[in-house]
């Protein structure tokens, strides 16, 4: 299980979705309502990586929907052509699947489902991964959502949250589904309130429309926010990745 530089600081991870084995963006999560943007997901992820991205946050749409990793051969792939450091979520629902992600080369292991049905198993993906475990807090209609955002967890964003910390978890990633791949501006109060309540760090995800949105974030990082990923906005040519990265940078000097 090698593993790359650990990323430290705010950080903004571009998204890249897989589904039939090419890069899309969902709107809303709806697999009806995709837009193929890349052929090859691993020249989308080098891409990104030539333009300045410290790490990426790919995603086996396939197997969120079917519940076991479908695009394993091509994110293996993508885990040996980067230099930077990937964390991979959909369909990782058995502790097989992990180890099989992590021997390939990936760095983080995001979970949702099982985390949210099975919590010995999520303290035990807890106890083996430590830092290296993500688990999705995935937002829908006001409860977590699971099986690829199309079934309850009947659970508050707050209560999800108290079960993994409970279990062990070190860092989650919250979704608000409404926002996700809209371009209409996150949900920050969301994001704020539940960065508040946790006791560990958030990264956002969900509706980042233009460069202020990330910056936004950026200066609440001090409640625990610690990174945004940026999906639609980047592949529609909204954003790019230097824009943001240069609006971050004379954030921080000002």
């Given amino acids: 299980m090698t593993r790359r530089t650990p990323i430290e600081g705010f950080i903004v991870l571009p998204a890249v979705d897989i589904k039939g084995g090419k890069c899309v963006r969902l709107?809303?999560?709806?697999?009806?309502?995709?837009?193929?943007?890349?052929?090859?997901?691993?020249?989308?992820?080098?891409?990104?990586?030539?333009?300045?991205?410290?790490m990426l946050h790919v995603v086996d749409l396939d197997g969120a929907f079917a519940g076991e990793p479908v695009n394993h051969e091509v994110i293996k792939r993508m885990a040996g052509a980067l230099a930077i450091p990937i964390e991979v979520g959909g369909g990782v629902r058995d502790t097989d699947a992990a180890r099989r992600y992590m021997e390939a080369g990936v760095d983080r292991l995001v979970v949702g489902t099982r985390a949210f049905t099975d919590l010995p198993w999520l303290r035990d993906m807890a106890e083996m991964l430590g830092d290296r475990l993500v688990v999705g807090l995935d937002v829908r209609q006001g409860h977590v959502a699971v099986a690829g955002w199309t079934g309850d967890s009947g659970l508050t964003p707050g209560r999800g949250l108290r079960m993994l910390e409970e279990a062990g978890v070190r860092r989650i990633l919250y979704t608000d589904t409404s926002r996700d791949g809209t371009l209409e501006g996150p949900n920050v109060d969301g994001i704020v309130k539940i960065a508040r309540a946790a006791h560990i760090p958030v990264i956002a995800s969900g509706g980042i429309g233009i460069v202020n949105d990330v910056v936004r974030l950026w200066n609440m990082r001090s409640v625990g926010i610690e990174g945004v990923i940026v999906g639609m906005a980047l592949y529609t040519g909204k954003v790019t990745l230097?824009?943001?990265m240069s609006a971050l940078e004379e954030g921080a000097e000002g």
């Fill in 27 to 54: 709107y809303k999560g709806d697999p009806d309502e995709t837009t193929v943007f890349e052929d090859d997901p691993v020249e989308a992820a080098l891409r990104w990586e030539a333009e300045g991205a410290r």
């Fill in 242 to 244: 230097v824009d943001i």
